[in-house]
């Protein structure tokens, strides 16, 4: 190495270390130290000095931050530790709940806490080896996420090497990756001088910019990083608290919320999460409440989880933001079943984040209980990613001669005439698969992964191969070929081939699979697979009687009913017909019944959901029932055992409140054996 060589080398990692001193002191310490015209004069010379002596360049220099030509795609990334979800408290005597349960379970009379606010923005891991950023990765669905390095790179507030030299030789770490909203703001203010789409608030905002393809694009967005939670730590002794571990990830240079509080005990959390709500207008960013975390680790470990959430996290959430403002129009969307939803077009209002300008009213039923009409002035809640609603009307503020709303007798879309169910709740468009609003709805369900499971059919495809004409049935679909593919819009010969390819392998399929894709009223998976057992094939289904149906385990009246008009439908014939003619097959057999078996699950009634880690859904099912338990689809007060894996909802939540028995995978194989 010659002298200027070596005196260029000193000088770069002099500049490097002193950079890096300063990116510490702005987004970890808030502290900084010189103003950004000295701190953009220094990366200029570190930059020029790279250029001059190239050989010195590496990729964990502050000025490599942005790099490397636009993706195609994003590779998935299997998470080692699944990335889970809080469970959310909306009261404080679910806060008491949790902090009672806390404490049964660890065997502590008091629970050291420590609340920081929820971020709203969007979950990412970021992985270290040996103190360098080799990773990041969006949550996904908590098992398999997205490789978002690049972008990641480029916020500024992610260090790409650790500070120090006290770290672990791997250190998987979780945040939020966030829009300030001054950056928001500022963003819009471009987008909209460009003409460009506006994003609806920060988190859509973050969201969008850490998974552009172009990771130069992402570079210019003004995005933030918290850390909060640990994944992985090996090669040394892990923090024994959260609040020890928020202080060593601090003192590695990652920045964790300043405003993270040790609070010991229920009435400590609850202060904490009024004195957030009161600050929660002047902070930079948005947030949505505060998490309660129990500290010490092995408080934690006693916990454990349940389902898709820890025992030992809560998140408290604010409560839901309302505004009003004037209904201007009431609309009926049809969906993919041929149900009528009323849709309220709104005067544009900004509630909860976001600027609403329609809420869903559900169903007739919901509108006479309203008595919503045209041209009232109504109260509009949103709260998280929950789908507005109207809540009540301002009947103070009706106007003299607003008429009520008269739901039609005759479908918006094809004219076919409005059937309404038995409960006098849900109201169809009996066209079927003539009515057009069905048809693009009916074929993405046909195509979706638990259907044929035809990957590379989007959203986006499919309408446009509706509107054009040139699918207007599902079995459509098996006419395509290469080259009109191709030739279509954002597609190539590559994407064209891979379309065909996938439509040939989903010709092959099951019973079960396809009685599901129809999209048949009421029949689910489950109900599918029960239909499959039942009849074996499915002419002997086509010609059932409804007893006959209802003979079948989760097919009640209702469901019989449906399936029965859905059959004798001569639109619905003529499709299954053109299917099975364009080559979709599956192996059909005899009507099945299942032996009688002794056993824990023998005549129990067992719903699945979650994903488990050991066997697919399906797989749980037929063992279930292979041991005389009888699989429903849905949570009721005739169910016998929930099984919940990873990623549990709204069935888990039921079950809980019903106060059915819940197991996960370990639990079931136990007691089935």
């Avoid at 195609?72 to 080692?80: C, K, L, M």
């Avoid at 639109?571 to 005899?590: C, F, M, P, T, Y």
Wanted: hydrophobic fraction near 40%; charge should be neutral; include cysteine.
């Amino acid at each position: 190495m010659t002298t200027k060589d070596a005196a260029a080398l000193k000088k770069i990692i002099a500049l490097r270390a002193e950079i890096e001193e300063h990116n510490y002191r702005y987004y970890v310490l808030d502290e900084p130290a010189i103003p950004d015209s000295r701190y953009d004069s220094m990366l200029r010379e570190l930059g020029s000095l790279e250029e001059a002596f190239p050989q010195f360049c590496s990729s964990d220099s502050p000025t490599q931050r942005v790099g490397g030509a636009p993706l195609d795609r994003f590779e998935s990334v299997a998470h080692e530790v699944p990335m889970l979800s809080l469970n959310n408290a909306f009261s404080t005597q679910e806060v008491a709940d949790f902090d009672r349960r806390c404490r049964e379970g660890s065997g502590q009379t008091i629970i050291h806490y420590v609340a920081e606010p929820k971020i709203d923005g969007l979950a990412i891991s970021l992985l270290y080896e040996k103190g360098r950023l080799v990773r990041a990765a969006t949550r996904g669905d908590g098992r398999t996420g997205e490789d978002v390095t690049l972008n990641a790179r480029s916020v500024p507030s992610i260090p790409l090497v650790l500070r120090g030299k006290a770290f672990p030789s791997t250190l998987e770490v979780r945040g939020e990756v966030f829009m300030p909203i001054a950056g928001f703001q500022k963003l819009n203010e471009e987008q909209r001088a460009r003409g460009e789409k506006l994003y609806a608030n920060p988190r859509n905002a973050a969201a969008g910019s850490l998974r552009q393809l172009d990771p130069r694009l992402c570079a210019k967005r003004p995005l933030a990083f918290f850390c909060y939670a640990l994944g992985i730590w090996r090669g040394s002794k892990a923090p024994q608290t959260q609040m020890d571990l928020l202080n060593q990830l601090r003192a590695m240079g990652l920045p964790v919320n300043p405003l993270a509080r040790e609070a010991v005990g229920i009435d400590a959390c609850i202060t904490y999460y009024e004195h957030i709500l009161e600050q929660r207008p002047a902070l930079a960013y948005e947030i949505d409440g505060v998490v309660y975390k129990v500290s010490p680790i092995r408080d934690q470990q006693a916990l454990g989880f349940v389902s898709r959430a820890p025992r030992w996290a809560m998140a408290h959430k604010f409560p839901a933001q309302e505004e009003t403002t004037q209904i201007k129009a009431i609309e009926i969307q049809v969906g993919r079943t041929g149900a009528l939803t009323p849709v309220a077009r709104l005067k544009p209002v900004f509630v909860g984040g976001v600027t609403v300008s329609n809420a869903t009213l559900h169903n007739a039923a919901e509108i006479e209980r309203l008595d919503v009409r045209v041209g009232d002035t109504v109260v509009v809640r949103r709260a998280g990613d929950v789908i507005p609603e109207v809540v009540s009307v301002v009947l103070a503020k009706r106007k003299k001669g607003a008429r009520r709303f008269k739901f039609p007798s005759e479908c918006p879309v094809c004219n076919s005439t409005v059937a309404v169910d038995a409960g006098g709740i849900i109201r169809r468009c009996t066209g079927g698969l003539i009515c057009s609003a069905q048809v693009k709805e009916a074929i993405k369900h046909f195509v979706s992964r638990r259907a044929l499971d035809v990957e590379g059919m989007g959203e986006k495809l499919v309408d446009q191969l509706v509107e054009m004409t040139r699918i207007k049935s599902p079995a459509d679909l098996f006419t395509l070929t290469r080259d009109e593919l191709a030739a279509l819009e954002r597609m190539g010969s590559k994407s064209a081939s891979n379309l065909i390819e996938a439509l040939e392998k989903a010709r092959s399929t099951t019973l079960a699979r396809f009685l599901y894709a129809l999209g048949i009223p009421q029949v689910g998976e489950a109900t599918a697979q029960a239909l499959a057992d039942a009849f074996g094939g499915l002419d002997r289904l086509m010609e059932a009687s409804v007893d006959r149906l209802e003979e079948v385990p989760d097919v009640g009246p209702i469901v019989a009913g449906e399936i029965l008009r859905f059959f004798k439908a001569s639109h619905n014939r003529a499709v299954i017909s053109d299917l099975r003619k364009r080559g979709v097959v599956w192996q059909e057999g005899l009507p099945t019944s299942a032996p009688a078996v002794e056993g824990y699950f023998s005549g129990k009634t067992v719903v699945i959901t979650g994903t488990l880690s050991g066997m697919s859904r399906d797989q749980a099912k037929d063992w279930l029932m292979a041991r005389g338990a009888k699989v429903t689809g849905s949570v009721s007060k005739k169910t016998d055992f929930l099984i919940a894996g990873e990623e549990a909802g709204s069935k888990l939540e039921k079950a809980l409140a019903l106060g059915i028995a819940v197991l996960d995978e370990d639990q079931m194989r136990a007691m089935g054996e």
